[in-house]
DNA sequence: CTGTTAGCGCCTTCAT
DNA sequence: ATGAAGGCGCTAACAG
C-alpha cells in the first residue's frame, strides 16, 4: 500500500479511502491511485484491513447439514447474495444432534471471526442462542424462526393446514404425520409448527388427531422410512399421511412399497418443499422456494450490517402441487398383512 | 493478550507460545497461562494472527454448486474435515456456465484470505488454473483431475465402460449417452473421461458410438430431461442410456414418462453416482461415496499445508447397483410415436 | 480534499 | 524456557 502511495504521490489514507470508495477524494486523485494499483498488481490484506477496522467482510453461516436439499439452496442463496455484496460465507456445520455437550457449536470459534451470522434450518435451544448472541453479531434465522432476532421462515401452520385439508378434501379420515422428532417442543421450530398445523386442521374437522397417528422421521429419507413403517404398522387404517418434509414423505414411499401397498390407491402421502425429485416420483406436496429464502435472508443481514432499517421477519408461502402420490381413499380397502 | 500475560506473570509471547501448544513452555507456566485464559475468557483474534503470521486458517472451497447431491456430500465431508482440525471452510460459488470473462472467479478475491483450496467438481480451463497457481496457495481438486495437483477423484473411464458393459450384457445394442456438454474438450473433466469410457466400451463390442448417440445434460435434471427428449427424438431404436450421473438420469426418466415409454421394457437407464433418491426411483447406477471422497481431498489438502507427504491422487472405486431401470431390450419394440 | 499519527492484536526473531 | 521489541498492513481520528 505504501508503495501505490508513492506511485501515486499521495498518502496511504488516501490510498485506503480512494479504495473503499470513500467520499472526500477527488475523482483525479482516485484516478491516480487506480492507475498506481492496476500498474502494481495491488491487492490489499484482508486480515490488516480486519484488525485495524475491526469488520471481517465475513458472514457465518451455521447449518446442521449441508446435502439435504432445503439447506444446499438455502446456502447457494445466502452465497451468491453475501457475494456479490463482496462479503464472504464462512460454512459452519453444527452436530445435527443433541449430545452431552450444552451447545452444538463453539462459540469461540466465531469470536471475531465475522460480522454477522444466519443459522439456517436450526431450532437453537434458548442456551445456544444466548452464546450466539453473547458474540455481539447482528443474526439473522431461516427456516426455524430466531426468537428476539430477524428471520425468513415459511407459514408452517397454515402450509400443513393446507397439506392435511387436501387430504381430508379428498375424502380421508384418518390422516398420520411424520415428524422430526416427537420430542421435538422447541416451539419455532418447522417441525414443532407443522405438528401444530397438522393437529389443528384435524381439529377443526372433528377428525382423529393424536400421539398415535405420529411418527418420528427426522427430516431424513431412511427416518421418513422407518417411520413409515412404524406408523402403518401401529395403525393399518391409516389412508393419508402429511410428511413434514419431502425427504421424509420419499421414505415413506419406500416404506409402502416395503408394505405392499400402493400409492396412491391404499395410501395417500403428501409433503413439504418442493423437492427436485418430486416430478420423478409422483410426489404431491407444499412447495417452497428455498434459495429465494436463503437470498432474502441474506438479504436481512446485509441491512443489519449497513444500520439499515429492515423488515423483522420475512414469511414465505408455499403452494399445493399436487401430483400422483395423493387421490380419495379407495372404498374397499385392501386387505393388509404386514 | 497482554491482560493474560500480566495475570499468568509471563510475557505475551510467552502466552503465544502455550496457547498454540509450541514447544519450549514448561508445563507449569503452560497451566498458570490456561488458567489466566479462563479466567479472562480470552479468546485470541483470528485477524491479528494472520496478519502477524501470514495464515489464516481458510480453507476455500470453490464449487460451481451447492444444492446438487454430488457437491453437498462434498462440501459436507470437506467442511467436516477442515473442522474438525480447527481450519475454517470458505465457500466460493463460481460461475457454473462459461461467459465473456476469461476466468469465472476473481483470483483478487481469494489473495490473502486463504491457506489453500479445494476446486470441487470443477473442470478448470488452463487460464484459470494459471490465475490459481499464481495465488501461490496448495490447491487440490475433486471430482475433476486437476493437471499438476493432488486430486480426488473416480476412475470415470472404468466406471463409464462397466455401466455401458452392464447394458451390453443385458443385450442392448444402441446405447446413448447424456454427458455434461458435447463440447466439453477439457480431457480431464468427468464429462469428457465418461464420454470416452462409454465409447471405448461400445466399440470393444464392435457396436456404434458416435455423435448421433449422444446428448448434452448439463448434469442436471432438466439438463438430463431436454437430452432425453433430444436423443430419443433423433434416435428412436436406442434402447438403452447411459447418463453421466445420476440426476440426468433421473431428467431421462421424465423425458421417457413424456415420451410414453416404458422404463426398463422400452428404454433401460443407468446413471452414476448413487444418489440418495435412487432407490425410490428404482435407478440403477454406478454408485460412489462421494462424501468420503471430501473428506480425503480435505485430509490431502491438511497434508500439504502441514508439509506432510502425501499422495498426489487418490482414485475411489465406484459400485453396479442394479434396480429396476435397466433390463434386457424386449424382443418386439412398441411402436414409437413421439 | 488530503496528510500525519497512532494503534488494531498477535507472531517472530533475537537475546538471555 | 522465557522476555523484549519490531513489524505484519491497514484504518481512523485528527489536523490542516
Redesign the pocket.
Known amino acids: ?2 508503495d501505490v ?1 508513492r506511485l501515486a ?12 470508495g470513500l ?4 475523482a ?3 484516478d491516480r491511485v487506480l492507475a498506481a494499483v492496476a500498474e502494481l498488481d ?4 484482508p ?3 480486519s ?5 471481517t467482510r465475513t458472514v457465518g453461516v451455521l447449518t446442521p447439514w449441508v446435502s439435504r436439499w432445503y439447506f444446499g439452496q438455502v446456502i447457494e442463496g445466502i452465497e451468491r447474495t453475501l457475494h456479490a455484496a463482496h462479503l464472504d460465507a464462512l460454512l459452519y456445520q453444527l452436530d445435527s444432534e443433541r449430545s452431552a455437550e450444552p451447545l452444538r457449536f463453539d462459540p469461540a470459534a466465531l469470536h471475531r471471526r465475522v460480522d454477522g451470522l444466519i443459522v439456517v434450518g436450526l431450532p437453537l435451544e434458548p442456551l445456544e442462542l444466548d452464546a450466539l448472541e453473547d458474540l455481539g453479531y447482528p443474526i439473522v434465522g431461516i427456516g426455524a424462526a430466531a426468537p428476539r432476532h430477524a428471520h425468513v421462515r415459511l407459514d408452517d401452520v397454515t402450509t400443513a393446514r393446507r397439506a392435511v385439508a387436501h387430504l381430508a378434501d379428498l375424502g380421508h379420515r384418518t390422516i398420520g404425520l411424520l415428524t422430526g422428532s416427537r420430542d421435538d417442543d422447541i416451539a419455532w421450530s418447522p417441525g414443532f409448527q407443522r405438528r401444530v398445523g397438522w393437529r389443528a386442521e384435524l381439529d377443526s374437522r372433528a377428525l382423529e388427531s393424536g400421539v398415535g397417528l405420529e411418527a418420528d422421521g427426522g427430516f431424513s429419507l431412511l427416518g421418513g422410512r422407518h417411520a413409515g413403517h412404524v406408523l402403518l404398522g401401529r395403525r393399518p387404517d391409516v389412508t393419508g399421511v402429511f410428511a413434514a418434509s419431502d425427504e421424509m414423505a420419499m421414505g415413506l414411499l419406500l416404506a409402502a412399497r416395503d408394505l405392499g401397498l400402493r400409492v396412491p390407491e391404499d395410501l395417500s402421502v403428501i409433503g413439504v418443499d418442493g423437492h427436485e425429485m418430486d416430478e420423478v416420483t409422483g410426489l404431491t406436496t407444499m412447495a417452497q422456494n428455498a434459495q429465494e429464502q436463503g437470498e432474502a435472508a441474506a438479504r436481512l443481514l446485509l441491512d443489519l450490517l449497513a444500520g439499515r432499517p429492515s423488515e423483522a421477519t420475512r414469511v414465505y408461502p408455499t403452494t399445493l402441487v399436487v401430483r400422483t402420490s395423493t387421490a380419495a381413499p379407495t372404498v374397499k380397502a385392501v386387505p393388509r398383512t404386514p
Chains 1, 2 share one sequence.
Request: charge should be positive; proline fraction near 6%.
Open positions: 500500500m505504501a502511495a504521490g499521495v498518502s496511504t489514507a488516501t490510498v485506503s479511502r480512494a479504495l473503499r467520499p472526500n477524494v477527488s483525479q486523485t482516485r495491488y491487492v490489499p490484506s486480515s490488516a484491513a484488525l485495524a477496522s475491526g469488520r
